[in-house]
């Protein structure tokens, strides 16, 4: 276990996006512009490129700014990946735009754009406004889609695929299939002012919606996301990095939490907390994980963000008992494990997932009517309250970088 945790700690993926650490202005200073992520998704494997396929993605923005920008990843590619059309507009309905909102991306000026091998690219800024909460659709096709596929195979909502190049169309006539996932696409970026930040929840099923109602965004980073957005805090950007069945310290559904914090979460612009809520995937595998593995993982996780300058939330694990997986030797590790979250000293904020989600007439179990029916994955009533849990305060990180 320790040579694994050391080895994570020396990945480096390939990334053409550098962050610094962004602190929070004083009062009556100047505030200079800087690029905010509004949306996220983790990037996976998704089997075999389809070479002249289009897809039109639909994505729920969080932060409102101008000079939108996306990511496109590679990360899983074999080989470079060409996309000769990005598009972005609004989602009228359906695959259907809002006349007039789509607009080619380019990147370095070129309509065009190669991302290499395990990379990714970043757009050229996309002038105007874009509102928050935003209904974003982003068109990109490929002539030469080849080999492992990168993006994000629970998306929760349904997009759109076309054979050939629509991208620049805004009617849905060509886009005739569906898809639930999100390809290339791992990041919107915005630019707002040095005042706004975001948070990345780092996560598993529960943070990337599973249970939740799909295509209304109810996942608890999206109904946080509204949260923050009605208070008026300076944190306005969510991205999610949740992906279902993750563990902190095995590689599997996706890499490992430890193996994937640079690429998903501390590479995105305007970050200042890293909302840290896994381990249930870990400890209910039954594969010898210890309370002390998954600590020592945290801790790396917690030393690495706070390196970046980022602060860091821990959420106690929720409860599951009724999931075939369960048993007592599984909840006294997830016992021991809250156990130190809460009193360990060492997340700068704590939410207590576990205190909200729980049956008070059976402490190991979820309380029914957030239960999403598996007794694992909270339905939408359990989403929103974890996310009204979450203390808004502890969001508005000024941690400076150690590096």
């Given at each position: 276990?320790?040579?694994?945790l050391?080895g994570a700690?020396a990945?480096?993926?390939?990334?053409?996006?550098?962050?610094t650490?962004?602190?929070?202005?004083?009062?009556?200073?100047a505030?200079?512009?800087?690029?905010?992520v509004?949306?996220?998704?983790?990037a996976?494997?998704?089997?075999?490129?389809?070479p002249?396929?289009?897809y039109r993605?639909?994505?729920?923005?969080?932060?409102?700014?101008?000079?939108?920008?996306?990511?496109?990843?590679?990360?899983?590619?074999d080989?470079?990946?060409t996309l000769d059309?990005?598009?972005a507009?609004?989602q009228?309905?359906?695959?259907?735009l809002?006349?007039?909102?789509?607009?080619?991306l380019t990147?370095?000026?070129a309509?065009?754009?190669?991302?290499?091998?395990?990379?990714?690219?970043?757009?050229d800024?996309?002038?105007?406004?874009r509102?928050?909460?935003?209904?974003l659709?982003?068109?990109l096709?490929?002539?030469?889609?080849?080999?492992?596929?990168?993006?994000?195979?629970?998306a929760m909502?349904?997009?759109?695929?076309?054979?050939?190049?629509?991208?620049?169309?805004?009617g849905?006539?060509?886009?005739?299939?569906?898809?639930?996932?999100?390809?290339?696409l791992?990041?919107v970026?915005?630019r707002t002012?040095?005042?706004?930040?975001?948070?990345?929840?780092?996560?598993?099923?529960i943070?990337?919606?599973?249970?939740?109602?799909?295509?209304?965004?109810?996942?608890?980073?999206?109904?946080?996301?509204r949260r923050?957005?009605?208070?008026?805090?300076?944190v306005r950007?969510?991205a999610?990095?949740?992906?279902s069945?993750n563990?902190?310290?095995?590689d599997?559904?996706?890499?490992?939490?430890?193996?994937r914090?640079?690429?998903?979460?501390?590479?995105?612009?305007g970050v200042?907390t890293?909302?840290?809520?896994?381990?249930?995937n870990?400890l209910k595998?039954?594969?010898?994980?210890?309370a002390?593995d998954l600590?020592?993982?945290?801790r790396?996780?917690?030393?690495?963000?706070?390196a970046?300058?980022?602060?860091?939330?821990g959420?106690?694990?929720?409860?599951?008992?009724?999931w075939?997986?369960?048993?007592?030797?599984?909840?006294a590790?997830?016992?021991?494990v809250?156990?130190?979250i809460?009193?360990?000293?060492e997340?700068d904020a704590?939410?207590?997932?576990?205190?909200?989600?729980?049956?008070?007439y059976d402490?190991?179990?979820?309380?029914?009517?957030?239960d999403?029916?598996?007794?694992?994955?909270?339905?939408?009533?359990?989403?929103?309250a974890?996310?009204?849990a979450?203390?808004?305060?502890?969001?508005?990180?000024?941690?400076?970088?150690e590096?």
């Open positions: 276990m320790r040579a694994r050391a700690a990945l480096c993926a390939a990334l053409t996006v550098v962050t650490p962004q602190a929070v202005a004083a009062p009556g200073a505030s200079a512009p800087h690029d905010v509004t949306w996220a998704a983790s996976d494997r998704l089997g075999e490129g389809t002249g396929l289009a993605l639909v994505v729920r923005t969080s932060a409102g700014g101008s000079d939108l920008r996306v990511r496109l990843s590679n990360a899983f590619g080989r470079p990946l059309s990005v598009w507009g609004i009228r309905s359906g695959a259907a809002v006349p007039g909102s789509n607009r080619r990147f370095g000026g309509g065009s754009v190669t991302v290499p091998a395990g990379a990714t690219v970043l757009s800024a996309l002038p105007g406004r509102p928050a909460g935003a209904s659709v982003v068109s096709h490929s002539p030469d889609a080849a080999g492992p596929a990168t993006g994000h195979g629970m909502q349904t997009s759109y695929t076309a054979r050939g190049d629509h991208t620049a169309e805004e849905a006539a060509n886009w005739t299939g569906t898809t639930g996932s999100w390809f290339y791992d990041a970026t915005v002012t040095d005042r706004t930040g975001a948070v990345a929840a780092l996560g598993d099923s943070t990337d919606g599973w249970q939740s109602t799909s295509g209304l965004d109810r996942r608890w980073p999206d109904y946080l996301a923050l957005q009605r208070t008026g805090s300076d950007g969510v999610n990095a949740g992906i069945g563990k902190v310290l095995a599997g559904a996706g890499q490992s939490a430890v193996n914090l640079d690429r998903d979460v501390l590479s995105l612009p200042r890293v909302f840290l809520f896994e381990g249930v870990d595998a039954h594969t010898g994980v210890t002390a600590v020592a993982g945290y790396q996780i917690v030393a690495r963000a706070h970046a300058g980022k602060c860091v939330v959420a106690t694990i929720a409860p599951f008992k009724g075939s997986e369960w048993d007592s030797a599984a909840e590790v997830r016992q021991e809250n156990s130190f809460r009193t360990g000293g997340f704590v939410t207590d997932f576990d205190r909200i989600l729980r049956s008070p402490a190991e179990r979820m309380l029914p009517v957030f999403g029916g598996d007794h694992l994955h909270p339905n939408d009533k359990g989403m929103q974890m996310a009204d979450v203390d808004l305060t502890a969001l508005a990180c000024a941690r400076r970088s590096r």
